[in-house]
């Protein structure tokens, strides 16, 4: 059975760092590039972070560069987002997605940015 599970959301500080995790199981997690995306209330989804399949390539949206960085561990079939001096903006839902021969999307843990 195919998964992407996702953790580490939550309530964090304006400033403070929070750290996103997306395990994968039941595909081969190295050979699918991985996206990171975010929904806000009464928004659309949008496109936040991508890292290539060997974690050597990453690419982010300009809203986040220099603030959000993905990585992967291939060994232990995980990707992450490191999210650090974040913004009332960056509240939202976030949602892994791996991306291959298929699609496969995670749950969208929330995450709130408030003081």
């Known amino acids: 059975q195919v998964q992407l599970v996702e953790s580490g959301g939550g309530l964090v500080q304006p400033g403070g760092s929070l750290r996103l995790s997306c395990a994968a199981s039941?595909?081969?997690?190295?050979?699918?590039?991985m996206r990171w995306y975010r929904q806000a209330p009464g928004k659309e989804r949008e496109w936040v972070a991508s890292?290539?399949?060997?974690?050597?390539?990453?690419s982010y949206a300009d809203s986040v560069k220099g603030r959000f960085t993905a990585s992967r561990d291939n060994a232990k079939s995980t990707v992450y987002l490191q999210m650090n001096s974040p913004k009332p903006e960056d509240t939202a839902a976030y949602y892994c997605k791996a991306t291959g021969t298929y699609t496969y999307w995670g749950q969208g843990p929330q995450v709130t940015v408030s003081s």
């Open positions: 039941g595909f081969a997690f190295s050979n699918y590039a």
């Open positions: 890292i290539s399949s060997g974690g050597g390539s990453t």
